[in-house]
């Protein structure tokens, strides 16, 4: 018996919320490990996006292996310079580069090095700041994230008709991004206080900065796949699709809640 779209959703946030919960349990290790495996999972669904198949293997890998040392290094301090790897990278990926360029003057495309280079700042870079977190905070900007998108998801299904930029997102709605921005509030304003120490109306900012750029983060991933010609990023996940379709909004919430709390101190 085929399961619809939606109990599959539904049952796969339910599966994922344990682990998710154990993994905060465990601690920093544990959380360096799921980060650097949402990462890896992440970054390859994104050179996927450009480079389909066997199409370009060497730089697929090439990157995933950067992020992934990168962030390994981030979490768990190997070397204490993580930021090696990802120079590293570039310099290994302007020799190869060169080497093409020599052979194949006319078939040599710099825009695939520049595409390497964006994924690590748009994936595994991005979510290193995730390791920068407390527990509470972490738990702040995952609700966060998760109350955007169930918000816009249900309130855009059940009242959702006038959309707000067919062009990029043809089903996103205006009801939808009102639901998305009620809810994302009020779990700030619930959990910013029980969480937090500071005043409410630091809360109340903070979820509607947060869910803007959930909002632009959902927009910016659809934009792309509507560029590559392409649904879901992956289909890792029943109901979701992949791993970036499953975190298009927290790569732009997460660097907006730390500079946010660079601002004001909210913990």
Known sequence: MKISSHPKRVLTALALLPLLAGVLYLGHSAITVLIVLVALLGLWEFYSLFWAGMNRFFLKCLGCLAGTLFLLDFGLEFTGSP??????LSWIAWLTFLVEYSRHKD?????????????????????????????????LVLAATFASDIGAFYSGSLWGEKKIWPAVSPKKTWMGSLGGLVLCVAVTMILGPLL?????????????????????????QSSLKRWTKV?????????HGGILDRIDSLLLLLPVYVLYSSIIAIF
Do not use: C
Not at 108 to 129: F, K, M, N, Q, T
Not at 197 to 213: C, P, R
Not at 231 to 239: A, V
């Open 83 to 88: 930021i090696l790897f990802l120079v590293l």
């Open 107 to 139: 078939k040599a495309r710099l825009d695939h090095y520049l595409i390497l280079l964006s994924g690590i700042v748009y994936v595994p870079l991005v979510l290193s700041l995730m390791l920068t977190l407390s527990i509470p905070e972490i738990i």
């Open 196 to 220: 937090g120490t500071s005043l409410w109306w630091h809360y109340l900012i903070l979820g509607i900065l947060l869910n803007i750029s959930a909002q632009l983060g959902d927009f910016f």
């Open 231 to 239: 649904k879901d990023t992956g289909q890792i996940l029943p109901g």
